[in-house]
C-alpha cells in the first residue's frame, strides 16, 4: 500500500472525507499511476551481463570469425584497477597525453564514475561495416 | 565464485577436433607452490612500483571471480578455436 492511499484512508477513518469521496480519491490515484508491467519490446534496465564482440572478415577469400563474449561483472572488476594506478604513472600518462594533443587528466576519472558508465553499456549496439570486415559490439 | 572449468577446443581441418577440459580447482592445487611464488613476486612488485598491496590483490581476486562466462571463439578458414571459462 502506497503513502497516498494511506493517507486517503486516514482521512476517512478521522472523517475528514465520506466514503463517496474516498472512493473517487483512489479511483483517480489509480488512474494517475503507471501501468505496472513494461511494454513487452523494453529490455529490463541492467538486465544485460555479458559485453559481446563479434569479428567478420574476409582475406583473400578466406573467411575469419572472432566471437566473444565478456562478463559484464569483469568489466566492473576491471575498472577498479583505475584506482591502483600509482599517482606517478597518472602523471607520466598525463604528460604524453598531452603531448600528444589530448589535455586529459587521468586523475579525474574515478572508479565510481567508469562503473556508471559500464552500467550504462547495456543501450549500446556498435556496429562498424568494411567491405572485408564487419564488427559488432553490444550487450546481451 | 571462482572458475572452475576451462574448456578449449581446436577444430583443424585435417584429423579430429582437439576438445580438453581443464578443471582448474585442481590444478591451482597442483600448481600452488608455484601460484604462491607468483603471488610473492606479484606483492614485491606492487612494492616496488608504489601500489597499494592489499586492493591489489582484491581486484586481482574479484576479476579471477568475474571470469566464469566468458567464451571467445575464433575461426580463420577451416580452423576454429574455443575457450570457454565456467
Avoid at chain 1, 79 to 91: E, K, S
Wanted: charged fraction near 25%; charge should be positive; hydrophobic fraction near 45%.
Amino acid at each position: 500500500m502506497n503513502e497516498q492511499r494511506k493517507d486517503i484512508l486516514g482521512m476517512l477513518a478521522e472523517g475528514k472525507i465520506t466514503p463517496e469521496e474516498a472512493e473517487q480519491l483512489i479511483t483517480a490515484l489509480e488512474r494517475d499511476q503507471p501501468p505496472a508491467a513494461a511494454s513487452p519490446g523494453a529490455r529490463p534496465k541492467g538486465k544485460a551481463k555479458y559485453l559481446r564482440l563479434e569479428v567478420d572478415t574476409n582475406e583473400n577469400g578466406e573467411p575469419g570469425r572472432v566471437n566473444a563474449r565478456v562478463p559484464l561483472q569483469l568489466l566492473r572488476a576491471g575498472v577498479r584497477l583505475a584506482a591502483l594506478i600509482p599517482p606517478q604513472a597518472l602523471a607520466k600518462a598525463n604528460a604524453e597525453l598531452s603531448r600528444s594533443g589530448v589535455p586529459f587528466d587521468l586523475a579525474q576519472l574515478k572508479p565510481e564514475q567508469l562503473e556508471a558508465l559500464v552500467d550504462q553499456l547495456d543501450e549500446v549496439t556498435l556496429e562498424v561495416d568494411q567491405p572485408d570486415a564487419k564488427v559488432r559490439i553490444y550487450c546481451e | 565464485m571462482m572458475p572452475q572449468l576451462l574448456t578449449v577446443r581446436v577444430d583443424r581441418p585435417q584429423g579430429r577436433a582437439i576438445r580438453v577440459w581443464i578443471p582448474l580447482l585442481p590444478v591451482a592445487l597442483v600448481l600452488a607452490p608455484l601460484l604462491i611464488a607468483a603471488a610473492l613476486a606479484g606483492g614485491v612488485a606492487c612494492l616496488v612500483y608504489r601500489v597499494r598491496v592489499v586492493p591489489a590483490f582484491g581486484v586481482g581476486w574479484r576479476l579471477l571471480c568475474a571470469l566464469p562466462g566468458t567464451r571467445v571463439a575464433i575461426r580463420e578458414g577451416h580452423t576454429a578455436v574455443l575457450a570457454s571459462i565456467r
